[in-house]
């Protein structure tokens, strides 16, 4: 199964976060009523957008959910609604300030994934460590189990040139892949130009050069046609 969030951000502070759980065939086949299990009344009651189960290009079935934002804030409130108070996602912010001529957005979050340490109870690693298995390799083993059967997944898109400590860089984005027993911080700025004043200098600057030179023309033409004294 994979569990996807996403946070795709514009120049204005608006966007929409993205939310989606996807099962591949073996995973479907212990839910085979998925669609009757499902209850997102909650979620489209806040303003979320549902859409499957339904089969998509990589063999899974997704549900996915999208909520739009007005402004950054906005961000941090569609991730609070989706995660709740015990969810992985933790923190999530999205910051944007603008200047004339540019503007910058940073986001930052947090993904607390459960693992096996987390699983187990104070008892059972103490029995554990008293019959000679190591439980730091026991973990380690549980954990790799863990992250073949449960797959997390963040996804940023953030408006111009993009900086971040994500492993992965897409079209326009990052993406972070955080582990069974991580606590990931993620974190991701980037710088975009404003154009509209760019252009509207540049336009600016081409028709008052325009005017001065058909002005300096004009003037020219006045000058040949008077006669000499």
Not at 148 to 175: F, K, Q
């Amino acid at each position: 199964m994979t569990i996807a969030v996403g946070v795709d951000a514009q120049q204005n502070g608006s966007g929409v976060v993205r939310a989606g759980v996807g099962l591949d065939e073996d995973a479907l086949h212990q839910i085979p009523d998925l669609a009757q299990q499902l209850r997102v009344d909650d979620l489209k009651k806040a303003g979320w957008t549902v859409v499957g189960p339904r089969e998509e290009r990589d063999n899974r079935t997704w549900v996915r959910a999208t909520k739009p934002f007005a402004n950054p804030g906005g961000a941090a409130k569609a991730m609070t609604e989706l995660n709740g108070p015990n969810g992985p996602f933790k923190n999530f912010k999205l910051r944007s300030t603008h200047s004339f001529l540019r503007t910058k957005t940073s986001f930052a979050g947090t993904v607390d994934r459960v693992g096996a340490k987390n699983l187990a109870d104070l008892k059972l690693q103490q029995q554990l460590g008293g019959s000679g298995v190591d439980p730091r390799v026991l973990e380690e083993q549980l954990n790799q189990l863990i992250n073949r059967s449960l797959r997390t997944e963040v996804v940023v898109h953030l408006p111009g040139s993009i900086s971040s400590n994500a492993p992965t860089e897409i079209s326009g984005g990052v993406v972070w892949h955080p582990k069974a027993g991580e606590q990931a911080h993620l974190v991701a700025s980037s710088t975009a130009w404003n154009l509209r004043p760019i252009i509207f200098g540049a336009l600016a600057i081409v028709l008052a050069g325009a005017a001065v030179l058909l002005w300096r023309r004009s003037r020219a033409r006045r000058v040949s046609v008077t006669p000499s004294s």
